[in-house]
């Protein structure tokens, strides 16, 4: 197996997004400084999808790509012209109108976008009126079929729409879930449901839906195969290669990537890569306790990387390692 090497990639164009849901691993939301990547980075960015001797998937992602749709336009016009496979990621928050969102489907298809992801999750739901995701998802279906749209996760929409007390037009609180389901049987639905991982916000904003644990529990997990092997990855706009879902974390630049994949393929990694590869977010934990002065959280943590998290942001607060980036991660929790 090849070290680096995802099959979907994710080109980050903007951290912005109006919803910064709680669930986010990327700390998204409206606050974020930046606003995109300018064309030029993104044709540079896919070029260096073609360094990989066989090519993933793209996906055009955020934040919120629709921010910035000439962009995405224009990115997608440039994957396709290189023969890069190419779909879009979107949370359908700015599709106030159907006829619009239509014509931009059909502008992004007749561009060589290949499929379309909608995400629809209660935790979408509680920011973004649903009526907006299930427009975003009528206008895709409409110009692209249903082969060529995935609703991420279908599962909930017939849940979301049983909760909207029959007005897709206002956000659901996800209290509305506890007091129809109670507790227990909200936080399986929700947590379990939607295979939600504890890094970015989940672990602080939704850790009362499962267990905690304290970092001991931890102390076995290693992060081999998310740092290593992983399957789905991102570009982000400030030039960070960001493994899996790890938000804030990354192993290098992929403005070089061949040099990046030299260095993974002998071994040589940035030293808070090789804590995680080796001993996991325990590792750092036990670095950032005897040397930074790090306090456990008193209640526990809901996973490994929410323990990873929390562990990295004292370390970002104390130095400038440059593993962990973007630094405007660590401020928007
Ligand atoms: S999960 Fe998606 S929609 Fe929600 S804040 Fe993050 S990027 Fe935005
Ligand atoms: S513990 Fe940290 S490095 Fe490991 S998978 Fe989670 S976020 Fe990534």
Known sequence: MF???????????????????????YNCGPGWGKEAMSPQQLRQA???????????????????????FPLLLEGTRMAAGLSIPVYVETSGSWCTDEGEAVERFV?????????????????????????????????????FGPRRVTVYLSQFLDLIQQFSAGDLGRPIPLSRYEEELG?????????????????????????????????????????????????????????NFIPAFCGGLTVGSWRDLSRLLDDFQEDRYPPLIAALIEGGPYR???????????????????????????????????????????????HHF
Do not use: M, N
Request: net charge positive.
């Open 46 to 68: 896919l070029e260096q999808v073609l360094v990989w001797p066989q090519t993933p998937q793209v996906h055009l992602t955020g934040g919120e790509p629709f921010l910035h």
């Open 183 to 239: 507790p227990a049987r909200a936080a399986q639905v929700l947590w379990e449901g939607y295979g939600l991982i504890s890094g970015g916000r989940a672990g602080y904003r939704l850790g009362h839906l499962t267990a905690r644990h304290p970092a001991a529990a931890f102390s076995r997990a290693t992060c081999a195969g998310e740092l290593l092997y992983a399957q789905h990855s991102h570009f982000d706009l400030d030039g």
């Open 284 to 330: 750092l934990y036990e670095l950032a306790r005897e040397r930074y002065g790090y306090e456990s959280r008193p209640e526990g943590y809901a996973g490994k990387c929410h323990l990873c998290v929390d562990v990295r942001r004292r370390l970002a607060e104390a130095d400038d390692f440059v593993e962990l980036r973007p630094r405007e991660f660590y």
């Open 3 to 25: 070290v680096l090497h995802p099959q979907d990639l994710g080109i980050i164009l903007t951290y912005r997004c109006h919803s910064r849901c709680q669930h986010c691993l």
């Open 107 to 143: 502008a992004l298809r007749e561009a060589g976008l290949q499929a379309v992801l909608v995400s629809c999750s209660p935790f979408h739901a509680e920011r973004i009126p649903p009526a907006r995701t299930v427009r975003a998802i009528r206008a895709a279906l409409h110009v």
